[in-house]
């Protein structure tokens, strides 16, 4: 049945759901120790699940909460995405990669239901449901809201708590604001994996794991090693810097059949990726963010100044009102 949205406006209704036959395998990642060996702790499990719940008797004492909830926390770029997809390879499952932004409904009751409807689809179609940048959907709850937005943020946190504990299946949430997350979330998500930055092995195999052993032409002075070593980077920078170095090396004069990448391709790559992260991280109030002598950022920083007066004392005011709403009641109580 169509959406109200695609009756009134004509268009088909939007896929929160993107349904992937998963390719990639943890071959194609490459992690620190400690966590990859929570990863295979986590496949273990569901793995071992049938088994425990089964054959062990355990799905007769414990009715609910028998699903596999797996939480996937760290920076960007990490490897969290990849890992999901490589466990649902591993286990021969599909992949559900939810959309919350999609999801999400300009109706008041529909996000709800699309949730449900997620778990159900995952259920029949035996696949792995994954969760992307889930702190947007299972965030705190607010206590005593009554702003319909509210409410609504409330019963989507309650449906996502209730699904969990009726699915059977495999559920993953990605995230980099893990504390963001309600915590009625805890006791229901089976294994925490923290997925940290690489380090400097880890760099490296990064790197070379980004390029064709055969096909990809490289310079003899290039040194994967000292781009490790000099830049701290995640394996989505690398990635990214790897293709601006290849982009960089293709776009120079000459024939195609004699053009390489050199270490300088991969060095200005790598510079250009983490100097734009240090732009987006830059903050417009921020001392780094502004300089000292540009006008228009005294006349920001003029307005800040303007702005906290102002609540100063409107605070005031409202803290002498107070008292003298107080001192007139007493004065009434007291006669």
């Not at 709800?112 to 947007?136: C, M, S, T, Y």
């Not at 996502?160 to 009726?166: A, T």
């Not at 490296?204 to 055969?214: D, N, R, S, T």
Request: charged share 20%.
């Amino acid at each position: 049945m169509p959406s109200l949205l695609s009756l009134f406006t004509g268009r088909p209704s939007r896929r929160s759901v993107d349904t992937l036959l998963p390719e990639r395998t943890f071959a194609d990642v490459i992690l620190p120790p400690a966590t990859r060996r929570t990863l295979e702790q986590a496949l273990a499990q569901v793995r071992n699940h049938s088994l425990i719940f089964g054959r062990w008797g355990l799905g007769e004492r414990h009715v609910s909460g028998l699903g596999l909830a797996f939480n996937f926390a760290g920076p960007p770029g990490t490897g969290k995405t990849i890992c999901a997809e490589a466990i649902a390879h591993a286990l021969g499952m599909k992949l559900h990669v939810v959309d919350y932004s999609e999801m999400e409904s300009m109706w008041i009751g529909e996000t709800p239901k699309n949730i449900a409807a997620a778990f159900q689809a995952a259920a029949e179609q035996r696949a792995v449901l994954f969760f992307d940048e889930a702190d947007a959907i299972a965030g705190r709850r607010s206590a005593g809201g009554s702003l319909p937005q509210l409410r609504e943020g409330n019963l989507v946190v309650n449906v996502l708590l209730r699904e969990l504990e009726s699915f059977n299946g495999v559920v993953i949430f990605a995230t980099n604001l893990a504390a963001n997350f309600d915590p009625a979330f805890e006791r229901r998500i089976r294994t925490h994996v923290l997925f940290e930055m690489p380090g400097v092995e880890e760099r490296e195999k990064i790197w070379q794991v980004q390029l064709h052993p055969k096909k990809t032409p490289l310079a003899d002075d290039v040194d994967f090693k000292s781009l490790s070593e000099r830049f701290v980077a995640s394996g989505g920078d690398i990635k990214n810097a790897v293709i601006k170095a290849a982009a960089s090396a293709a776009s120079e004069p000459g024939a195609d059949v004699g053009k390489r990448i050199h270490q300088r391709h991969f060095e200005r790559g790598i510079e250009d990726v983490l100097a734009a992260k240090s732009i987006m991280q830059q903050s417009l109030f921020s001392e780094e963010g502004l300089s000292a002598g540009d006008p228009y950022a005294q006349a920001l920083r003029a307005i800040e100044v303007r702005s906290r007066t102002a609540v100063l004392i409107a605070l005031t005011l409202a803290g002498t009102a107070l008292a003298a709403a107080l001192l007139a009641l007493g004065m009434l109580l007291f006669r």
